[in-house]
């Protein structure tokens, strides 16, 4: 499985900016796409994800209201649509893909398969 993370950026608090995370290679029946971020000197955090299936869906507290991750199963793209971004919302952001889930898990040793990371840059 192979997952190229694209869309990143420097834009301004209140803006919105769209990532995408095209999946190629061996499909599954069903598994979880799910979308990281890391800050300088701090853990990698599960910020969203979605199951293949697009029933479930899951998201940070930080994020709620602010953030989807809708899905293009035509295209094998997962997106992360971020509105109101504020400064904290800087880090590196990467997609992840389990290899069959039930629901969309929170912690990063589900996912086997990850993106390369994609610079998100919110100024004050």
């Known amino acids: 499985v192979q997952l190229q993370a694209s869309g990143g950026g420097l834009v301004q608090a209140g803006a919105s900016l769209r990532l995408s995370c095209a999946r190629s290679?061996?499909?599954?029946?069903?598994?979880?796409v799910g979308w990281f971020r890391q800050a300088p000197g701090k853990e990698r955090e599960f910020v969203a994800g979605?199951?293949?299936?697009?029933?479930?869906?899951r998201y940070a507290d930080s994020v709620k209201g602010r953030f989807t991750t809708p899905s293009d199963n035509a295209k094998n793209t997962v997106y992360l649509q971020m509105d109101s971004l504020k400064p904290e919302d800087t880090a590196v952001y990467y997609c992840?893909?389990?290899?069959?889930?039930?629901?969309?898990?929170?912690?990063?040793?589900?996912?086997?398969?990850w993106g390369q990371g994609t610079q998100v840059t919110v100024s004050s």
């Open positions: 992840a893909a389990t290899r069959g889930s039930i629901g969309v898990p929170l912690i990063r040793t589900y996912y086997p398969d």
């Open positions: 979605i199951l293949s299936s697009g029933v479930s869906t």
């Open positions: 290679g061996r499909t599954f029946t069903n598994y979880a």
